[in-house]
Nanobody, 124 residues
C-alpha cells in the first residue's frame, strides 16, 4: 500500500500561485496513476487533475485547465500540482490520491489511497 502526504498549501491572493507537493511511500508509486481532488466547504469532493503512471497522459477539470499543471517524479516518488492565476473559487482542501490503475480517472472511486489534505485559501 502507498501512503501519501501533501504539503505546500497556504493563503494566497487572487492571481497568485502555489505549488502543492505529495510525497509517496511504498513501492507501487511508479505503477499507479495519480490524481488531485479538492473539497470546498459545503461541497462534494471534485476532480482537479490526474496523470498516468508514466506521466505521459494528463487530464484536467475544465475549471483549472490552462492554470494548473500536474507532474510527477517517479524516481523521487513525488507528485506536484502547480497552480497559477488562482481564484477565490479555488479555495478548498486539496487531496493527493493514488489510483488502483496505471491510467488516470476522474472518479474518486478509482483511487485507493488518499492523503490527509492540504488547505488552499485564495483571498479576493
Amino acid at each position: 500500500q502507498v501512503q501519501l502526504v501533501e504539503s505546500g498549501g497556504g493563503l494566497v491572493q487572487a492571481g497568485g500561485s502555489l505549488r502543492l507537493s505529495c510525497a509517496a511511500s511504498g513501492r507501487t508509486f511508479s505503477s499507479r496513476a495519480m490524481g488531485w481532488f479538492r473539497q470546498a466547504p459545503g461541497k462534494e469532493r471534485e476532480f482537479v487533475a490526474h496523470i498516468s503512471a508514466r506521466g505521459g497522459d494528463t487530464d484536467y477539470a475544465d475549471s483549472v485547465k490552462g492554470r494548473f499543471t500536474i507532474s510527477r517524479d517517479n524516481a523521487k516518488s513525488t507528485l506536484s500540482l502547480s497552480m497559477n492565476a488562482l481564484k477565490p473559487e479555488d479555495t478548498a482542501v486539496y487531496y493527493c490520491a493514488a489510483s488502483n490503475y496505471d491510467l488516470g480517472s476522474r472518479y474518486d472511486r478509482d483511487f485507493g489511497a488518499w492523503g490527509q489534505g492540504t488547505q488552499v485559501t485564495v483571498s479576493s
